[in-house]
């Protein structure tokens, strides 16, 4: 599979795949319109070192973002040059120490790994997580919910231009008309998963009438990407900033640009539920029935939503997804800690695979199992019958967003070792069938829960 090499850019560089024929089209099952528009200049790295250069010797002016991003999406961020990687890692590592909590020069620091991390990366390098828990921490406690949901909608309204603009390139490809379909939807649902970011708006109202027919593809791509700027044009310049840098394929492939952005939304909506679990946990041990019902509504509600973002995935065709798996070894989603942290916020100590980029999860307090236990024969009847129902509710929705990620992974890749460590989809199937809440399951006779996908999702 390719021979392991030293690189200039700081470290051992991974094997890496054989050298990629990358398809003559553009688009679903192409290149993106990136490399496609991209001039020989463009697939050089010297205007990205100049511009580097430029900056490192007047580092008040504004950095060179553009002239970097350009490049890493002409070429990849795994073929990118070695000498401009270990010039960028060595402005990271100077600048990291020293960069203060907020501003422009926190969001440089919070950035730049993701540049540098070909030989290093993990999961969190590969879709920008420092860059956004970042934006949470500078939202403050009172508005993190708000800024969660904020910076996700961007990311959705992006996912929805991106594709728009290849349709609008290729208005004859089925696939490209059947991607933008799944996309656009998302948009117009956002409210289900994304509550705090919801708003209606002209542009909305008109893509759903476009949506509601089988209408032209130059239409249908010219309202979606107007929904799509609307959209994205409501949140801070600092949340559509962030996301568009967040957004650094390591292959040149269009679907690679659709599953960084979907990912980057799952894991808004994974920190969400979380922070919802956790804040219920607290709220059962103070007795607040009304407030624990209402988080996990909100909780629940959100994942009941996710099958209209796995439409999205489900077009990724094969072929892509095997050429994007061979560049993102050791970045898999196992290693999302907001996933885990739900997990982890239910019922603490429940089996989790482990490794070296796997992040460890801890959590004080019992978790919200065991705090149900603890506090049950204290509440009402009904009240420990309603926070009971609505524990159920986020288990059902848990256990069926999981069933769904097994059967896309099998559909998409079959039955091989995952990039993180597991055996795959046999490791999915199995954790799919793991509750939330083991106990409160067997209580209510719940564990002949069905195995089967939801509607919406994966067939």
Not at 97 to 115: I, K, N, S, V
Not at 422 to 430: D, V
Request: proline share 5%; charged share 25%.
């Amino acid at each position: 599979m390719g021979s392991t090499s030293e690189d200039r850019s700081g470290g051992q560089a991974a094997a890496a795949p054989e050298e990629t024929v990358w398809p003559a089209h553009s688009g679903v099952g192409g290149v993106s319109l990136a490399v496609e528009r991209a001039r020989p200049a463009d697939r050089s790295p010297d205007a990205a070192r100049a511009a580097l250069a430029r900056w490192s010797e007047a580092p008040a002016q504004a950095f060179p973002y553009a002239d970097v991003l350009g490049y890493y999406r002409a070429v990849g961020r795994n073929h990118a040059d070695d000498e401009l990687l270990a010039e960028l890692r060595a402005v990271g590592e100077r600048l990291t120490p020293a960069a203060p909590a907020y501003g422009e020069e926190r969001l440089l620091a919070d950035w730049l790994p993701m540049t540098y991390d070909r030989t290093d990366g993990d999961y969190d390098s590969y879709i920008g997580t420092t860059v956004f828990d970042s934006l949470v921490e500078q939202a403050g406690p009172g508005r993190r919910v708000e800024a969660v949901d904020g910076f996700t909608a961007v990311a959705v309204a992006d996912l929805v231009a991106i594709e728009a603009d290849a349709l609008a390139a290729a208005p004859d490809a089925p696939r490209a008309y059947a991607r933008t379909r799944a996309a656009a939807r998302t948009l117009t649902r956002i409210g289900d998963y994304l509550p705090y970011a919801a708003a209606e708006s002209e542009d909305l109202a008109q893509l759903r009438t476009v949506l509601s027919v089988q209408s032209a593809a130059d239409i249908l791509a010219a309202v979606a990407a107007k929904a799509a700027q609307s959209t994205a044009a409501r949140f801070p310049v600092i949340h559509r900033k962030a996301v568009e840098l967040t957004l650094i394929p390591t292959t040149r492939l269009h679907d690679e640009l659709m599953f960084i952005r979907s990912i980057q939304i799952f894991e808004g909506i994974y920190q969400q539920v979380a922070r919802g679990v956790e804040a219920a946990s607290a709220g059962l041990e103070r007795g607040d029935v009304a407030a624990v019902c209402e988080l996990l509504a909100d909780a629940a509600a959100r994942i009941e939503a996710t099958p209209i973002l796995y439409r999205v995935l489900t077009g990724m065709p094969v072929e892509s997804f095997a050429v994007i798996r061979g560049y993102t070894d050791g970045r898999s989603a196992i290693q999302s800690r907001w996933y885990r942290q739900v997990e982890a916020f239910c019922m603490p100590g429940q089996p989790m695979p482990t490794g070296k980029k796997i992040p460890d999860v801890r959590v004080e307090g019992p978790g919200l199992d065991a705090a149900f236990v603890a506090r049950a024969a204290a509440l009402h009847t009904d009240d420990a019958r309603r926070v009971a129902e609505a524990m159920l509710r986020l288990d059902k929705a848990w256990g069926a967003m999981k069933r769904n990620h097994w059967g896309l992974t099998l559909k998409i890749i079959g039955d091989v070792p995952g990039t993180g460590g597991t055996t795959g989809a046999s490791y999915l199937k199995t954790a799919a069938q793991v509750p939330l809440f083991p106990r409160l399951r067997r209580d209510a006779g719940a564990e002949g829960a069905s195995h089967t996908t939801t509607d919406e999702g994966v067939h």
